[in-house]
């Protein structure tokens, strides 16, 4: 089957404007993660969704941010009135489950550039 | 919180040579996971190599072999037979038992060289 994909592959935005990104996770995987990849912080989490609720945000920056998934399937995250400091790769992971061994698939991420 | 270090921001290796990448962590867990992703230029994260902390001998999948000492705290990824497309940035991560997201090292860029 197909992998997790995501949309846009990349984004340019002027600072100030809301973006969404979209991922679309594997078939049946119930757990959805939120990464964020960028020069000066590496890899953070950001979100994780177990089916349709969000147990933990903690990696979220600010209130500007904020993600949602419906239907246990696809998620969408908003990033409003966007930064300079923003700009990244924003990478989503999907896995069968949340415990144990289970691997997190990957995307190939959105890259966000704002100007 | 856990951390995780990868202390060689960059390597090199001949082709067909052995190279080893390095990796540390800090948690006060007894029970976790480890893993060892591949990012090629594409961003694409590929998982190499998972490590459950209750199992004592070393994962291995193919080329790829871990030096995993747990009370030392270390993770170390061996690369043998390296190939050209072997040429990526790796990340070393954890995950705890209990929870759900990995935290990830500052990664490694390794460059084989022909």
């Known amino acids: 089957g197909a992998g997790v994909s995501q949309s846009p592959s990349n984004k340019v935005t002027e600072k100030g404007k809301d973006v969404e990104l979209r991922c679309d996770p594997i078939s049946g995987h119930t757990a959805l993660y939120w990464y964020r990849q960028s020069l000066g912080q590496g890899l953070e989490f950001l979100i994780y969704?177990?089916?349709?609720?969000?147990?933990?945000k903690s990696g979220l920056p600010s209130d500007r941010f904020s993600a949602e998934r419906t239907g246990g399937s696809v998620s969408t995250l908003t990033i409003q009135r966007t930064q300079q400091e923003d700009s990244a790769v924003y990478l989503c992971?999907?896995?069968?489950?949340?415990?144990?061994?289970?691997?997190?698939?990957f995307g190939p991420g959105t890259r966000l550039t704002v100007t | 919180a856990q951390t995780v270090t990868q202390s060689q921001p960059e390597m090199s290796v001949q082709e067909a040579e052995t190279v080893t990448l390095s990796c540390t962590y800090d948690t006060s867990e007894s029970n976790y996971y480890l893993f060892w992703y591949k990012q090629p230029p594409s961003r694409q994260m590929i998982l190499v190599i998972r490590q459950e902390a209750y199992k004592q001998q070393n994962a291995t999948e193919n080329r790829f072999s871990v030096n995993f000492q747990k009370a030392a705290k270390s993770f170390s990824l061996k690369i043998s037979d390296s190939q050209l497309g072997d040429t990526a940035m790796y990340f070393c991560?954890?995950?705890?038992?209990?929870?759900?997201?990995?935290?990830f090292g500052g990664g490694t860029r390794l460059m084989v060289k022909p």
């Open positions: 991560a954890f995950r705890s038992n209990a929870g759900n997201m990995l935290t």
């Open positions: 969704f177990q089916g349709n609720s969000a147990p933990d």
């Open positions: 992971a999907s896995s069968l489950d949340r415990t144990g061994v289970y691997e997190q698939y």
